[in-house]
């Protein structure tokens, strides 16, 4: 064991702050990382707050993490020390059931072991603690290679804002001439607009913030409509082929479901922590589809990367030290953050 430095919240109620805490030294399979970015992902505040019920705490947040590699165990062919690697939402799951042979370990039907705030299996008792930290030991299976041609800061969201956009995207076969709609232009709703003008797709941004149409164009979004403009919405009805929502707050989702074709599905990726009521009759009329959507496995986050070395696609962020992380937080609720903020962790 030795002892890391991180930043963590006690409680839900409490402002993250320094605390040090015990991580295994690299077991055989495992590769040990030093941090060189993390980035802030809506889902750190849902956690670090308990807003999806009870968190295991202390929450050391944290699950866009890219940095170099400081040791490996003997039995560790990927990477060796020096090489640069990243890890995303996951660092273990059973790699038995069903989902897991597929490569769908987010979908592990034993539970995965998060990055952050989950049981941590290898120290009993314990939570796993994430990236707004010093360095992270994580078995070699669920480290990710980072490509060399990108800016390092700002592949760190691709490790969950971008394979979680990436996902359905190619789950739902986005393609040349789809008319995709993106919903909420924050972290995820960025990534979500480059992936998919990448894919060919003609996408339109909907969006509470009018200040975001010029940069949601440069973003990658053909048209943008402001979402709060009940003739404009009404002008976009039955339109879309496949729409992804990426909001963390309560909003009314019969207003995007009603701009699908028939057969056409809006998957829902942002996470808020009420349901949220669906009219039905919407749905039956057009065999309209509602779905969700976790992450993405390993494989496909390997080949998220890839896509976006090949495409020169990385986030567009803002870089803070450590210590801002609690206003930074606060930006993010008050959908102010351009788009993603990614800590510097040399400021730790
Ligand atoms: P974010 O950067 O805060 O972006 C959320 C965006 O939603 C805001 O920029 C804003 O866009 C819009 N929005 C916020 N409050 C709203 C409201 N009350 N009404 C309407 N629109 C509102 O968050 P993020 O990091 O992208 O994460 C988004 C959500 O996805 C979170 O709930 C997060 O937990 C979840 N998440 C899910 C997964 C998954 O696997 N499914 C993975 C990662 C994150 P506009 O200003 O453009 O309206
Ligand atoms: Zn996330
Ligand atoms: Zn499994």
């Known amino acids: 064991m030795y002892v890391c430095k991180g930043y963590a919240a006690q409680s839900a109620d409490t402002p993250l702050a320094p605390f040090s805490f015990e991580r295994r030294d690299p077991g055989p399979t495992d590769v040990q ?48 020390p020096g090489d640069l690697a990243g890890v995303g939402c ?22 995965f072991t998060g990055t952050y705030g989950t049981p941590d299996l290898k120290l009993p008792g314990k939570p796993t603690f994430g990236g707004y930290s010093k360095s992270i030991v994580v078995e070699e299976a669920f480290v990710l290679r ?7 800061a700002g592949v760190a969201p691709l490790l969950c804002a971008g394979i979680t956009t990436y996902s359905p995207l190619r789950h739902w076969k986005v393609t040349r001439g789809h008319k995709v709609g993106v919903v909420g232009l924050g972290g995820l709703g960025h990534m979500a607009l480059k992936l998919a003008h990448a894919m060919g797709a003609e996408v339109t941004l909907f969006t509470t913030s009018p200040g975001k ?66 009219n039905v009759i919407g749905l039956i009329f057009s065999r309209r589809r509602f779905a969700g959507s976790l992450i993405g496995g390993i494989a496909e986050t390997q080949e998220m990367l890839d896509f976006c070395s090949k495409h ?34 040399q400021s730790l």
């Open 312 to 345: 020169g696609i990385v986030s567009d962020i803002e870089m803070i030290g450590v210590g801002e992380i609690n206003d930074a937080y606060e930006r993010v609720i008050a959908g102010k953050v351009k788009y993603r903020f990614v800590i510097d962790l």
């Open 90 to 111: 996951l660092v273990d799951s059973c790699r038995r059931c069903p989902s897991c042979r597929e490569g769908l370990e987010q979908y592990c039907e034993n539970g």
């Open 213 to 278: 149409a010029v940069d949601a164009q440069r973003l990658g979004a053909d048209h943008v409509v402001v979402s709060t403009d009940p003739e404009a919405m009404r002008g976009q009805a039955s339109k879309f082929d496949f729409i992804l929502d990426c909001v963390s707050a309560r909003h009314d989702i019969n207003a995007y479901l009603a701009l699908l074709k028939r057969d056409a599905t809006l998957v829902q990726v942002g996470a808020p922590p009420e349901p949220l009521p669906v």
């Open 33 to 80: 990382i030093d941090i060189l970015y993390c980035g802030v992902c809506h889902s750190d505040i849902h956690t670090a707050r308990s807003e999806w019920g009870p968190s295991m705490y202390p929450v050391v947040p944290g699950h866009e993490i890219v940095g170099r590699v400081a040791a490996v165990g003997r039995e560790v062919r990927k990477f060796k």
């Open 146 to 152: 980072i490509p060399e041609n990108l800016p390092l």
